[in-house]
């Protein structure tokens, strides 16, 4: 069997990665069925906005967690711990 490079990985996640010869305006990415975002002035910081956005969008689409049988709701201060009076309303 041959060995998965992370771009194949990545690939097959749904995220492609553009280079300087491919892009002339530098790095960029596209997530799957998501515009492309670009200039970057390296893969890995196109990589790391990508990943950022992603938990961004994971973020609210899915805005509650349980962590340790405590709910908490991600807004615009990031996570924060929901209170008993908010569950009340």
């Known amino acids: 069997m041959a060995p998965v490079t992370i771009r194949e990985l990545?690939?097959?996640?749904?995220?492609?990665?553009?280079?300087?010869?491919?892009?002339?305006?530098?790095y960029g990415y596209?997530?799957?069925g998501r515009p492309w975002i670009d200039p970057f002035d390296?893969?890995?910081?196109a990589m790391r906005?990508?990943?950022?956005?992603?938990?961004r969008i994971m973020n609210s689409e899915h805005?509650?967690?349980v962590v340790s049988g405590k709910l908490w709701h991600y807004g615009s201060a990031g996570w924060?711990?929901?209170t008993e009076?908010?569950?009340?309303g």
């Open 10 to 26: 990545l690939d097959e996640a749904g995220l492609f990665i553009t280079a300087p010869h491919i892009n002339p305006g530098g």
């Open 80 to 82: 924060e711990p929901v």
């Open 30 to 32: 596209m997530w799957r």
């Open 63 to 65: 805005p509650y967690s």
């Open 49 to 55: 906005a990508a990943f950022r956005e992603a938990i």
């Open 42 to 45: 390296s893969e890995y910081d």
């Open 85 to 88: 009076n908010e569950l009340a």
